[in-house]
């Protein structure tokens, strides 16, 4: 998603948005909500295929997919704000890669303790804590509410960054 804005930028096409009378925040909003409607679309639909939840679980499972929808400009602006061009900005994802798929799964291997929450900070650890809540059969729904609003704010966080920076 973000690195097509870079090209986009390198490329200059981003310039000729900025005679229209589009606001600069409006193009990179855009793409940010169709990579969730995507990526929320795709985990339910890899829920669904799999077979390895029931249809209870799978519509518990919206808005645990819209959070994880929300992973997609968290770490797509990320790449755009930390990298100036497209070669810079694959490196910063080959760094968060670890921190994006292994480093959420540690807590799975601290049960029932508190310490888990430690791991709160980083944006993927509260799909996969309510996932793991609603297949459990447990209140799931604080770790929803927590992680829509924080993954939600560093979005936008990131947004603002990346649009300055996208100038």
């Known amino acids: 998603m973000e690195s097509q804005l870079l090209d986009e930028r390198d490329q200059n096409t981003l310039a000729a948005l900025r005679v229209t009378p589009v606001p600069p925040r409006t193009y990179p909003t855009y793409r940010a909500g169709v990579a969730i409607a995507l990526t929320t679309f795709s985990v339910l639909a890899s829920l669904a295929i799999s077979g390895q939840v029931g249809a209870h679980t799978l519509v518990l499972s919206v808005p645990i997919a819209l959070m994880a929808g929300l992973l997609a400009p968290v770490l797509g602006f990320t790449m755009s704000s930390l990298g100036r061009n497209k070669i810079e900005a694959l490196a910063v994802m080959r760094v968060f890669g670890l921190a994006v798929f292994t480093v959420p799964m540690i807590p799975f291997f601290i ?20 996932f793991w809540s609603a297949y459990d059969g447990g209140a799931y729904w604080p770790y929803v509410a927590v992680g829509l609003l924080y993954n939600a704010a560093i979005a936008l966080l990131l947004l603002r960054v990346a649009t300055r920076r996208l100038r």
């Open 111 to 130: 049960l029932d303790s508190p310490w888990q929450l430690a791991f709160g900070f980083l944006p993927p650890y509260w799909p996969v804590r309510a």
